[in-house]
């Protein structure tokens, strides 16, 4: 597989080795942990439905590959998807991406080690609870 993944308390790191680095127009993304705000699996034709169709620069042949960058603004996202029907998405806070969805050998559980990476979400300092 053509995507090597980290996840430290820093960040989750996704190298995109051999073809997949030509295809994804890039070597890579690195996502800070303070922007991640959550992952998930989804099904191939889920993720592709809530994808943004306009790829800038970014490859698509349905059921095959599905590698770059998509959509413009806050709905921008980069894929690097080849036959995969699960795949591991990732919901961001900030520019340059909303959302990077991958294929990885084992979505679920790498989406359970990302989501545990994060830092607890509570009240805003000064809120009180009702």
């Given amino acids: 597989m053509g995507v090597q993944t980290r996840v430290t308390e820093q960040g989750v790191l996704f190298r995109f080795t051999g073809s997949d680095r030509f295809f994804a127009c890039r070597g890579g993304v690195f996502l800070p942990i303070d922007r991640v705000l959550g992952a998930r699996t989804l099904e191939r034709r889920d993720a592709v439905l809530a994808s943004p169709r306009v790829h800038l620069p970014g490859i698509s042949v349905p059921g095959l590959l599905r590698a770059g960058a998509y959509g413009v603004g806050e709905r921008r996202q980069l ?52």
Avoid: C, K
């Fill in 79 to 130: 894929w690097m998807v080849r036959t995969a029907t699960t795949l591991l998405a990732i919901y961001l806070r900030g520019v340059p991406f909303h959302r990077v969805v991958v294929e990885v050998d084992d979505p679920a559980g790498l989406s359970r080690i990302i989501n545990d990476a994060l830092p607890p979400r509570g009240l805003p300092p000064g809120s009180r609870r009702p």
